[in-house]
């Protein structure tokens, strides 16, 4: 299993893991990881987070609805949108680079449909990991929320890094609001954000290795008033 590591290398270690160990993580575990993610800040302390913890068959179940419908029908209509309706760039080359990284390792080439899709699926599987979460917002939120619980989902992330776990963000869960909502009983006033697996990672898997490049603060950050 890996080893509890300090907030930088769990800064520098965190990245998306795409298939997991069988091995189970304890509820009493995911229940610590997330009162630390509860320490994120949130507009006038509302706390805006709502979590499903899923494993074992209450996962499963999961899994099997969303797939189904993504095979019978596809996406579901959605009010939530998380990318763009049109790529420009430089973002359309990253996500581009990301999808062709990934596949590379896996020994996918394009155009082969049949696998890609099969890759596409795994999602809805939490990627075999021991653990399903689930993010849900009220309604009545605004958009600005979003930002405060990106700082939950990034404390959750970081604080899983230091029990020697890892995890998997997954925003294809957001496609399928209604699937979730009747699977798991979710009420009408709360809207699925996104899905996040937890586990152990699998260290030989090759889709384990992709490590994603990031641009360097001086590409994005404009410095002013500092001393040289």
């Known amino acids: 299993m890996n080893t509890p590591v300090s907030i930088k290398d769990a800064i520098h270690t965190r990245h998306s893991i795409r298939r997991f160990l069988p091995a189970p993580v304890a ?3 995911v229940r610590e990881i997330l009162d630390l993610a509860a320490r994120a800040p949130s507009g006038t302390n509302v706390q805006p987070w709502k979590v ?6 209450e996962k499963e179940a999961l899994g099997r609805a969303i ?13 939530f949108d998380y990318y763009p309706k049109e790529w420009v760039e ?3 080359s990253r996500r581009r680079k990301v999808g062709a990284d990934l596949y590379a390792l896996l020994g996918i080439v394009k155009g ?16 075999d990991a021991p653990v399903g979460l689930i993010f849900t917002i009220d309604r009545i939120f605004g ?3 979003l930002l405060d619980y990106g700082m939950f989902l990034e404390n959750l992330m970081l604080a899983a890094r230091a029990f020697g776990l890892d995890t998997c963000p997954q925003a294809a869960f957001s496609d ?10 979710l009420p009408e006033n709360e809207r699925v954000i996104c899905g996040m697996a937890l586990g152990y990672a699998e260290p030989e898997a ?17 410095f002013r008033g500092f001393a040289q």
């Open 27 to 29: 509820a009493d575990t």
């Open 176 to 185: 399928f609001q209604n699937t979730i909502r009747q699977t798991l009983g």
């Open 90 to 92: 430089p973002w359309l």
């Open 112 to 127: 082969d449909k049949e696998r890609m899709t099969g890759q596409w699926i795994r999602n809805y599987r939490f990627f």
């Open 52 to 57: 499903y913890a899923l494993a074992g068959p």
């Open 67 to 79: 797939t189904e419908k993504y095979l019978a029908s596809g996406f579901e209509k959605t009010d």
């Open 143 to 145: 958009s600005g929320m």
């Open 206 to 222: 090759p889709e384990n290795q992709l490590i994603t490049e990031r641009v360097p603060a001086r590409e994005f950050t404009d």
